[in-house]
């Protein structure tokens, strides 16, 4: 695939103000979210992205809804992916009705792990031709550097830097953000601490580094089976918008706690959240459905995968997401 150089000239239309016009981009990080959410939360997930596997598929169309009578936002969002003939995705797209919004093309290696990822169109900046770059050093099918390239100056390093036999690994991450104007370049980093009991992942510690509210905290994680059970986030005074549209009080012991249930097929049964302390205010976003104890149902096809979600709380069901795989 011929990847092309970011454009040169940036020409950036203004979210148009009617309703049901979103910025594309947004929308994609939520279809990134939700698609998260439904999968199970395994531990490759929490270090490196894993890129689930659609085999004898060909197109997957995803619509998006709000649990009211129309989609998501109230109007017809829906997304098309493309599937490669190892079942892996190699385009993606987002359309408002009869509309593209934007789309992304994926490259991978031998090892299903993306290579390159092209933001070739979005609405908003319809000019502008954006490419991540993704470069991994291996050891057998282990991951032991990794290292991004994303178009706005940033790099970012992840490596393997000490190991006690299978049990525990510990790898760096740094992030390198060029200033054009100045000359210099910061660097944040983070510190992952990862432990298995017989081959399977029972936590990860991620120690926060460099000039961030977060600096010095440490976010743990523990999992049962593989599956991510328990998140336990620090927040020291960070402005938590899922709850409160104003800055949350400050207080450098604040966190939240996120704790998942799962079906037997590993899907995500049921997310419980809890804040420490509890804000001074709580309120949600207009259409959000995240609640403080919430479940999640599904409906699949014969071939077990999911054809409709939805999410449950407050005695109400919301639909999700519906899919249709086209072979």
């Keep these: 695939m011929f990847v092309p150089a970011r454009s040169k000239k940036t020409k950036i239309i203004q979210i148009m103000k009617q309703p049901g016009n979103i910025n594309s981009t947004v929308f994609y990080l939520f279809l990134t979210g939700l698609l998260m959410l439904l999968i199970p939360l395994t531990s490759k997930a929490q270090l490196f992205e894993n890129n689930q596997l659609f085999p004898h598929t060909k197109i997957i169309k995803g619509k998006y809804f709000d649990g009211r009578r129309y989609p998501f936002w109230d109007h017809p969002f829906w997304s098309l ?24 093309e994926f490259e991978y290696d031998s090892h299903n792990n993306k290579t390159l990822q092209i933001h070739t169109f979005d609405i908003n900046e319809p000019e502008t031709i954006d490419t991540i770059r993704y470069n991994y050093t291996y050891s057998g099918d282990r991951i032991t550097r990794q290292v991004v390239t994303f178009p706005s100056d940033i790099t970012r390093v992840t490596e393997l830097v000490e190991s006690v036999g299978d049990s525990i690994l510990i790898y760096q991450e740094k992030s390198y953000y060029f200033r054009p ?41 523990e999992y049962t089976n ?23 009080r400050k207080n450098n012991n604040s966190k939240e706690i996120r704790t998942y249930e799962y079906y037997n097929n590993g899907r995500l049964k049921r997310q419980t959240i809890e804040m420490i302390p509890e804000p001074d205010q709580q309120s949600s976003f207009t259409g959000s459905h995240e609640s403080d104890d919430q479940y999640v149902e599904y409906t699949f096809d014969s071939k077990g995968r999911i054809k409709k979600s939805y999410v449950v709380f407050n005695g109400k069901k919301f639909k999700m997401v519906a899919y249709k795989y086209i072979k």
């Design 81 to 104: 992916d493309y599937v490669d003939s190892l079942g892996r995705v190699v385009v993606k797209e987002s359309h408002y009705k009869k509309e593209l919004r934007s789309r992304h």
């Design 181 to 221: 104007n100045t000359g210099k370049t910061d660097v944040y980093g983070k510190t992952y601490t990862l432990t298995y009991r017989n081959g399977m992942l029972v936590s990860n510690e991620i120690s926060e580094t460099g000039k961030t509210d977060l600096s010095g905290t440490v976010h743990s994680l």
């Design 226 to 248: 593989g599956l991510l059970v328990n998140n336990e986030v620090p927040k020291n005074g960070v402005e938590m918008l899922r709850k409160v549209t104003f800055p949350y």
